[in-house]
């Protein structure tokens, strides 16, 4: 049996399995025990924050294209465009474990003089829920993007309505397209709104 044929048949295995890898890197790198990428300097950390934000706004660009396309049957383009959204949060994963691996993260700092800097005792908790659900939607997103993958890659289109890939979709984009949304929101509140300082 091919690895598409056993995907095919335990769909829910290959998400876990898939998952785990996922979390593993993500949970091994923070706690320091993956020392799997290079250090990088403070230009190369600010490089790869833009980068992330650039390809986050294309992730969520190609999803809700996803989810437009395949809202007017147009399948193909569905498919191409939820592949794209999926190559580019791998790309994202890597260059994010890398700059936190062999960088280091921000913390918001809001100076005197900056945007609403005098309302900052609500800036500065509204900064940390938002970015505390962009975390929590993204690990808990893990597993059903990567199922719906899984499903679409495994199934002749056919086949599609008749297993979870409908709702585990529609699962997928809502959390994913909020995740992304409030990263990009978070990116541009850190970087171009106020200060940082590294953490």
Same mark, same amino acid.
């Given at each position: 049996?091919?690895?598409? =044929? #056993? $995907?095919? $048949?335990?769909?829910?295995?290959?998400?876990?399995? /898939?998952?785990?890898?996922?979390?593993?890197?993500?949970? =091994?790198?923070?706690?320091?025990?993956?020392?799997?990428?290079?250090?990088?300097?403070?230009?190369?950390?600010?490089?790869?924050?833009? +980068?992330?934000?650039?390809?986050?706004?294309?992730?969520?660009?190609?999803?809700?294209?996803?989810? #437009? @396309?395949?809202?007017?049957?147009?399948?193909?383009?569905?498919?191409?465009?939820?592949?794209? +959204? @999926?190559? *580019?949060?791998?790309?994202?994963?890597?260059?994010?474990?890398?700059?936190?691996?062999? =960088?280091?993260?921000? !913390?918001?700092?809001? !100076?005197? =003089?900056? @945007?609403?800097?005098?309302? $900052?005792?609500?800036?500065?908790?509204? #900064?940390?829920?938002? *970015? +505390? /659900?962009?975390?929590?939607?993204? $690990?808990?997103?893990?597993? /059903?993007?990567?199922?719906? /993958?899984?499903?679409?890659?495994?199934?002749?289109?056919? !086949?599609?309505?008749?297993?979870?890939?409908?709702?585990?979709?529609?699962?997928?984009?809502?959390?994913?397209? *909020?995740?992304?949304?409030?990263?990009?929101?978070?990116?541009?509140?850190?970087?171009?709104?106020?200060?940082?300082?590294?953490?």
């Amino acid at each position: 049996m091919n690895i598409r =044929g #056993y $995907a095919r $048949a335990h769909p829910r295995r290959v998400t876990a399995v /898939v998952s785990a890898v996922g979390y593993a890197l993500v949970i =091994g790198t923070f706690a320091g025990v993956l020392p799997i990428f290079p250090d990088i300097g403070r230009q190369t950390v600010l490089l790869f924050s833009d +980068a992330i934000a650039v390809i986050n706004t294309c992730a969520l660009t190609a999803l809700l294209l996803g989810y #437009y @396309f395949v809202r007017r049957g147009k399948v193909r383009a569905h498919r191409a465009a939820m592949l794209t +959204a @999926f190559a *580019l949060i791998l790309l994202f994963l890597v260059v994010y474990l890398w700059k936190v691996g062999g =960088g280091f993260e921000k !913390e918001i700092v809001i !100076e005197q =003089g900056q @945007f609403l800097a005098a309302y $900052a005792d609500v800036v500065y908790p509204l #900064y940390l829920a938002m *970015l +505390a /659900v962009h975390i929590l939607l993204s $690990a808990l997103a893990v597993p /059903v993007v990567v199922h719906a /993958v899984v499903i679409g890659l495994s199934h002749d289109v056919s !086949e599609i309505p008749d297993t979870d890939h409908p709702i585990a979709g529609k699962l997928a984009v809502a959390s994913w397209s *909020l995740s992304l949304f409030l990263g990009v929101v978070t990116y541009w509140m850190l970087n171009h709104v106020y200060s940082w300082a590294p953490r």
